[in-house]
């Protein structure tokens, strides 16, 4: 499989690209770096490890990460989405393992040692990615591919009207990663809120031989009841497995155009908001040489059909 390195705050969804990576054939999952956001760093490494553990998985890193932003204190996590320990309220068998330190140093060496090869998969705020880049100005150029579940283009926020969770979390971090000048792709909320898995989907993975999905089965019964308030139905938004299936592969995005994309580091009512410049040429300005990024907004097929035989695979 393909080498990847995860960047997370494990969480419900973010459970549920842990289960898709560890799953997937064509992934080699070589490190797991935890940052801040759903739950503090800490727990986002324990919730990872159970969970790694409870998959076959003990072999791989986990490193914890940044506890906050780069600059400012954390925010204070989203136990009304994923619960007070992050991950529903499932006690996952504790597997004793500890996470080791840092994840920008993790994800540094693990840059160096697959050189040209790694898939860096983020799922949470940037902080780590962003320090990761300081630490070692060279990692653009050593990984061969970022993939970032984050921010909003045409859809309102999730957080602010205008604002993405994880590019809220840590406005400075984003940006920094945004213009690191690697070949990213952007997997905005504007995707993962049209892909959603339903209650008989939560069935088949209670009912499933596994416990892996069995476990992720039962996290989703909190994500599904946040969810409610937007959907008017218990089900739940896909946004961190859908990254993770692009980053593998399974999943081929149909209209991703290299985009500019600036973020709003205010402080201010745009704070965190991910300035897509969606023109085009429509607008009779010359096209912009210097966009790099990739804006995932369109895919194939329905994401949900593909999850749940990863999942249940
Ligand atoms: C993103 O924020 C987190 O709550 C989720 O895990 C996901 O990564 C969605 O905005
Ligand atoms: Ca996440």
Not at 92 to 105: M, Q
Not at 173 to 185: E, F, M, Q
Request: charged share 20%; proline share 8%; glycine share 10%.
């Amino acid at each position: 499989g393909r080498p990847v390195y995860l960047d997370c705050d494990t969480g419900i969804d973010d459970s549920m690209a842990i289960a898709y990576l560890m799953a997937h054939p064509g992934v080699d999952l070589v490190g797991v770096g935890t940052v801040f956001g759903n739950i503090d760093a800490h727990r986002a490494a324990r919730n990872t490890l159970d969970l790694l553990a409870l998959g076959g998985h003990d072999h791989v890193p986990v490193a914890v990460g940044a506890e906050k932003l780069l600059a400012g204190a954390w925010p204070g996590g989203a136990a009304h989405v994923h619960g007070d320990n992050g991950i529903g309220g499932v006690d996952l068998p504790h597997c004793g393992r500890e996470p080791v330190s840092s994840a920008a140093d993790l994800l540094i060496r693990l840059a160096h040692e697959h050189e040209g090869d790694l898939r860096v998969l983020a799922i949470g705020p940037l902080t780590n990615l962003a320090r990761a880049v300081d630490r070692e100005p060279a990692l653009p150029s050593l990984v061969e591919s970022v993939v970032v579940m984050g921010g909003a283009a045409k859809s309102p926020g999730n957080v602010t009207p205008v604002a993405e969770a994880n590019i809220f979390n840590d406005p400075q971090a984003a940006a920094r990663v945004l213009d690191a000048g690697w070949p990213l792709t952007l997997v905005p909320l504007d995707l993962t809120l049209e892909n959603t898995l339903e209650e008989s989907d939560r069935a088949v993975l209670l009912g499933a031989a596994q416990p892996v999905p069995r476990a992720v089965g039962a996290m989703l019964d909190v994500y599904f009841s946040f969810y409610t308030g937007t959907y008017g139905r218990r089900c739940a938004a896909l946004h961190d497995p859908l990254a993770a299936a692009i980053a593998a592969g399974g999943v081929t995005p149909t209209l991703a155009p290299a985009v500019q994309i600036v973020v709003d580091e205010t402080d201010g009512p745009g704070r965190g908001q991910t300035i897509c410049d969606l023109r085009g040429e429509r607008v009779g300005y010359p096209a912009q040489p210097t966009a790099r990024n990739r804006l995932v907004l369109e895919i194939s097929a329905p994401f949900a059909p593909h999850l749940m035989e990863v999942l249940t695979s």
